[in-house]
């Protein structure tokens, strides 16, 4: 089972930037990666997605223009690019990956937990006021 482990996180004012890292700790490539964030007693939701092989993202609408999803030349490290990061983005963050294409729903904005097999630790991004 492939482990993910992201990094990056921290604690930002408002209108500040943070890039989060994944990486699968066992150095082995998978396909697609997915951005997630759980904020206190809310629910998982997710942020992006990509296509590792071939490169195509997605994103949820509440972070489209401001989040950028992308991967290194090496195609292992998966980048989250955070811009303008309000308050209401304070949460934990987690990277999660799954074999073959990203899921469906995924593309069409609709990033389902259950559809991701393996998950990081996750890393703490908080946005002061």
């Known amino acids: 089972l492939v482990q993910l482990v992201e990094s990056g996180g921290g604690e930002v004012q408002a209108g500040g930037s943070l890039r989060l890292s994944c990486v699968p700790s066992a150095g082995v490539s998978v396909n697609c990666i997915g951005w997630f964030r759980q904020a206190p007693g809310k629910e998982r939701e997710g942020l992006a997605a990509?296509?590792?092989?071939?490169?195509?993202?997605w994103y949820a609408y509440s972070v489209s223009g401001r989040f950028t999803i992308s991967q290194d030349n090496t195609k292992l490290t998966t980048y989250l690019q955070m811009n303008n990061l309000k308050p209401e983005d304070t949460a934990m963050y987690y990277c999660a990956a799954t074999g073959g294409n990203c899921p469906e729903s995924a593309t069409r904005g609709n990033f389902r937990p259950a559809d991701f097999f393996s998950w990081g630790q996750g890393t703490q991004v908080t946005v002061s006021s």
């Open positions: 990509i296509n590792k092989r071939y490169g195509g993202t």
